[in-house]
Nanobody
Framework: QVQLLESGGGTVQAGDSLTLGCLAS????????VAWFRQAPGKVREFVAA????????RVADSVKGRFAISLDDAKIANSLQMNSLKAEDTAVYYC?????????????????WGQGTQVTVSS
């Protein structure tokens, strides 16, 4: 069973950049789909970005397209979410998750393992 550990959250100003990390243990991301979701206060958790662990296919939510990018290291054990031009509405707890399903899903119920979450706060 893969275990996930997020890092990199914090408090930044609007317009700043921040990179979140997600480290896998017990298994690499190679045969998995890895994704980021976020949950803002009082709102449901929503999809942010996902990619196939084998590389190639990525999907990004419209709300962050052009600002956020997801990537994997060559060893397929560390995943990153690069967040640029941050806005106050990006404030949320960000979660890393993995799925064994074929295809890059954006549906939360398709993801079997989740990290504990990391807080991102963007002040305007």
């Amino acid at each position: 069973q893969v275990q996930l550990l997020e890092s990199g959250g914090g408090t930044v100003q609007a317009g700043d950049s921040l990179t979140l990390g997600c480290l896998a243990s017990g298994q690499t991301f190679n045969n998995l789909v890895v994704a980021w979701f976020r949950q803002a206060p009082g709102k449901v958790r929503e999809f942010v970005a996902a990619m196939a662990g084998s590389g190639g296919t990525t999907r990004v939510a419209d709300s962050v397209k052009g600002r956020f990018a997801i990537s994997l290291d060559d060893a397929k054990i560390a995943n990153s979410l690069q967040m640029n031009s941050l806005k106050a509405e990006d404030t949320a707890v960000y979660y890393c998750a993995v799925s064994r399903r074929v295809g890059v899903s954006t549906v939360q119920s398709d993801f079997e393992a989740w990290g504990q979450g990391t807080q991102v706060t963007v002040s305007s």
